[in-house]
Each structure stands twice: as structure tokens, then as C-alpha cells.
């Protein structure tokens, strides 16, 4: 079965540092990838997606991430954090038996903290 | 602009109560689903449709039922409501094809600014 994992509950970096949020998927066939955010009290919403085109896909607010199937990684990166940058972060992966409804499976999530 | 409604941000309920969970998405979307949202458990899907009348279980559909008489609306039942449904509910919509779940779908889903239930 389709599995992903976010390494770290909570991250915490300074603004201005990078940014490195990082999501392992399992699959036995090559999946489609999400990232969404969810700022806080408000639903989620799309950052970037892997669809098998490009390996390094980009972003809303200067994200982006690649996807390096040896690895079977999909990590999220941004080389300078802002203020506004704060929330919580989702990695999701599509069922590959999902049919049309394009089931996601989601991750744990990672709480970014950004510090002044 | 794809726009997912919920009927409300914040409701308190006590147990034994029957709830409902009102979606509503303006943008034809032939997919809906309902997830609830718990701290260190991400998103875990309840229910979802696919067309109208249509509806299939998710990963954690105990307790819950759902109803689409409605393209555009779906709704989540609490038939009898216990604190363990204390949570943040989500609801999404996306593309999907007329055709039924035969089709591999790669886009998006677009979620509501949820609901938050407490179940006293």
C-alpha cells in the first residue's frame, strides 16, 4: 500500500535561513506527488506538484521541490524563509488504484516555525 | 477561482446528537471528499463521491455517513455524535470524468477552510 512519511513534526528555522521539509513516499509504481499548506485555521492549499514531467517542480511563495526516485523522496525546499512562511505543511501521495477520484494519501504533517 | 464552502467554522455538539456537515463546491467538480483532521494523524479520508448518489468508504468511514443528492453538495452525518469525533473536518473537491472511476486522474483537490467540531 501507498505510504508517505514527513520526517519532523516541527521545524524551526530563522528567517532568512532555508527552508528543508522532508517527505519520503513508498510506492511499488511511480506516483504523483503534492505538497499543500495549511496557514493557520484555514483549509489546505495546493504549493506544487510532481506529475512526471520535470524532476524540480516550483512553486507558490518561492517553493519547490524535487523528486529523485532513488531516493523516493520528494522534499520541499525554499532558500530563504519568511515571516509569512509559518504553517503547516502536507506531503500527499495519489493512490495509484484511486481511478478518477485521485484518492490522496497524506502525510503527518510538518509544523513550520519561522523565527525573527 | 475554485471555491469549496463549509457551512460552518465552528460547532459544538453533545453527544448523542446527530450532526451534519455541509459542502458545497461552485465549480462542477465531479469529486468530493470528506476528511477529518487530527494532530500527529494528518488528513484521513472519511468518505468520498464521485458522481451523484455515489459514494464509497474511506479509510475511517465508522460512525459516519454521507449524502449527494446533489452535484455541487455533499454532506457529512454524525447519526449519533461521541467525543471521540471531537476534530477538524475537511472537505475537498476535484476533476474527476463522467465516466465513472475507471480513469486515473492526476489534478488537484481544492478544500474548504473546514470545520471545527467538538462533541461535549
Known amino acids: 500500500a501507498q505510504s508517505v512519511t514527513q520526517l519532523g513534526s516541527h521545524v524551526s528555522v530563522s528567517e532568512g535561513a532555508l527552508v528543508l521539509l522532508r517527505c519520503n513516499y513508498s510506492?511499488?509504481?511511480?506516483?504523483?506527488l503534492f505538497w499543500y499548506v495549511q496557514y493557520p485555521n484555514q483549509g489546505l492549499q495546493l504549493l506544487l506538484k510532481y506529475t512526471s514531467a520535470a524532476t524540480l517542480v516550483k512553486g507558490i511563495n518561492g517553493f519547490e521541490a524535487e523528486f529523485k526516485k532513488s531516493e523516493t523522496s520528494f522534499h520541499l525546499t525554499k532558500p530563504s524563509a519568511h515571516m509569512s512562511d509559518a504553517a503547516e505543511y502536507f506531503c500527499?501521495?495519489?493512490?495509484?488504484?484511486?481511478?478518477?477520484?485521485?484518492?490522496?494519501?497524506f502525510g503527518t504533517g510538518t509544523l513550520l516555525a519561522v523565527q525573527p | 477561482d475554485v471555491k469549496v464552502t463549509q457551512s460552518s467554522r465552528y460547532l459544538v455538539k453533545r453527544t448523542g446528537e446527530k450532526v451534519f456537515l455541509e459542502c458545497v463546491q461552485d465549480?462542477?467538480?465531479?469529486?468530493m471528499f470528506w476528511y477529518r483532521q487530527d494532530p500527529g494523524l494528518g488528513l484521513r479520508l472519511i468518505y468520498f463521491s464521485y458522481d451523484v448518489k455515489m459514494k464509497e468508504k474511506g479509510d475511517i468511514p465508522e460512525g459516519y455517513s454521507v449524502s449527494r443528492e446533489k452535484k455541487e453538495r455533499f454532506s457529512l452525518i454524525l447519526e449519533s455524535a461521541s467525543t471521540n469525533q471531537t476534530s477538524m473536518y475537511l472537505c475537498?473537491?476535484?476533476?474527476?470524468?463522467?465516466?465513472?472511476?475507471?480513469?486515473?486522474?492526476?489534478?488537484?483537490?481544492?478544500f474548504g477552510p473546514g470545520t471545527r467540531l467538538t462533541v461535549l
Open positions: 465549480m462542477d467538480h465531479e469529486n
Open positions: 500527499a501521495v495519489t493512490d495509484p488504484y484511486g481511478g478518477a477520484t485521485n484518492k490522496l494519501i
Open positions: 510506492s511499488s509504481v511511480p506516483p504523483y
Open positions: 475537498a473537491s476535484s476533476r474527476g470524468l463522467a465516466g465513472g472511476p475507471n480513469y486515473f486522474i492526476e489534478n488537484e483537490q481544492f
